[in-house]
Structure formats: C-alpha cells, structure tokens
C-alpha cells in the first residue's frame, strides 16, 4: 500500500528556518505529483506548494522567498526548505500525492513558531 511519511517539524524561534522531509514506498514516485499543505488551528488545510512529476514548482504568495519544495526522485523524496519563518506558519504540514484520480496523505508534522 502506498504511503507517505513526513519529518522535520518541530519548535523555532520565528526568523528560524526548518527544512521538512516526505518520503513515499510502494509507489512509481516520479510520476506522482507532489505538494505540501499546511492547515492552523480553526483553519482550513490551504496550498504551500507543489512540484510536478515534471519539476515545475510553484509556491503560495504568503511563503514566496521564504519557501523552497524540491524532489528527489532517487530517494522518493519532496522537500520543503522554510526559512524566515513567522508566527502565521505555525500548522500541521502534510504531503500530499497526486496522480490521475488517485492521491494520497502522509499523517501530518507540526510546525511551531514561537518565541
């Protein structure tokens, strides 16, 4: 069975950088279109970024200069590079799997950012 499993969340100082990980198994990760999703308390899950099979990225305004998703295919890895964080950035960050019709989600890693 496919699935996802993230790392890297954790606790930073705001101006503080963290660097999250998504590794996929059972999978033809290369096809896969990938994407990063976060969702704060009260709030609806919103797009941070994402990354085609193809490589072409894009990311949401509010993160633009501060985040970088990027893929490795080699390791069924899609990262996501977060720098300058702020208050605003804390929430729980999923991966996300997207191919045809299908897609699938890891369990979540929780981003906090506080002094």
């Known amino acids: 069975q496919m699935q996802l499993v993230e790392s890297g969340g954790g606790l930073v100082l705001p101006g503080g950088s963290l660097r999250l990980s998504c590794v996929g198994s059972n999978m033809h990760f290369e096809a896969w279109d990938m994407n990063w999703y976060r969702q704060a308390p009260g709030k609806q899950r919103e797009l941070v970024a994402a990354i085609a099979a193809s490589g072409s990225a894009s990311v949401r305004n509010s993160v633009k200069g501060r985040f970088t998703i990027s893929r490795e295919n080699a390791k069924n890895t899609v990262s996501l590079q977060m720098d300058s964080l702020k208050p605003e950035d804390t929430a729980i960050y999923y991966c996300?799997?997207?191919?045809?019709?299908?897609?699938?989600w890891g369990q979540g890693t929780q981003v906090t950012v506080s002094s």
């Open positions: 996300n799997a997207v191919r045809d019709f299908r897609q699938a």
